[in-house]
Each structure stands twice: as structure tokens, then as C-alpha cells.
């Protein structure tokens, strides 16, 4: 079983940066897909960044050119480094895993999620 633990959430004005991380342990082969969704109070969860294994990403059409997904396979780690904050990307971030597959696929695991709070 595979679980997923983010961290670096917090406050920042907008303008700012803040980098989420988000650590892999237990079973995590055959997963191939890692990305990062949103959740704001009263509204779905929505997808941020991914990241396929052969490199291939896509991200959100609101945070092109803000925001920089990465990972780094030999730590099982996921990054989003978000830069030119915005208080509309105040939400809870969560990042998450295809477990048995690629991007093609809906992402299967989540973790706890991490609060980002934006003020302007």
C-alpha cells in the first residue's frame, strides 16, 4: 500500500512562493503518474500539475507559467513550486499518485492534504 505525505503548505502574500513537497513510501512501483490537485471551500477538486514517467506534463490553464511540477524517482519525491501567488490559490493542496498506471488514468492515492493561504 502506498502513502503519501505532503508538506510546505502555509501564508503568503500574493507575489510570493512557497514549494509543496510530497514524499512516497510503501508500494510504489507501477505508478508512473504524480500531480497535485486543489480544493477550495464549496467548489470540486481540481487538477493542478501532473507528471507522467516519461517526463510529459500538463498543468491547469490557471497556473501555466506560475507553477513548476518536478520529481525525483530515486527519492519518491514530488514537488510544486508555485511563484507569483495569487489569493485565488488559496486551497488545500493535495498531491497524489496513479497507482497502476500513467496520466491517462485518474489519479488513486492522495495524501492528508497541506493549506495554502494566499492574501493580498
Known amino acids: 500500500q502506498m502513502q503519501l505525505a505532503e508538506s510546505g503548505g502555509g501564508s503568503v502574500q500574493a507575489g510570493g512562493s512557497l514549494r509543496l513537497s510530497c514524499q512516497a513510501s510503501?508500494?510504489?512501483?507501477?505508478?508512473?503518474?504524480m500531480g497535485w490537485a486543489r480544493q477550495i471551500p464549496g467548489k470540486g477538486r481540481e487538477e493542478v500539475a501532473a507528471?507522467?514517467?516519461?517526463?510529459?506534463?500538463r498543468y491547469a490553464d490557471s497556473v501555466k507559467g506560475r507553477f513548476t511540477i518536478s520529481k525525483d524517482n530515486a527519492k519518491k519525491i514530488h514537488y510544486l513550486q508555485m511563484d507569483s501567488l495569487r489569493p485565488e490559490d488559496t486551497a488545500v493542496y493535495y498531491c497524489?499518485?496513479?497507482?497502476?498506471?500513467?496520466?491517462?488514468?485518474?489519479?488513486?492515492?492522495w495524501g492528508q492534504g497541506t493549506q495554502v493561504n494566499v492574501s493580498s
Open positions: 497524489a499518485r496513479v497507482l497502476g498506471g500513467y496520466c491517462d488514468k485518474d489519479f488513486n492515492v
Open positions: 510503501g508500494y510504489t512501483y507501477s505508478s508512473y503518474c
Open positions: 507528471i507522467d514517467d516519461d517526463g510529459t506534463i
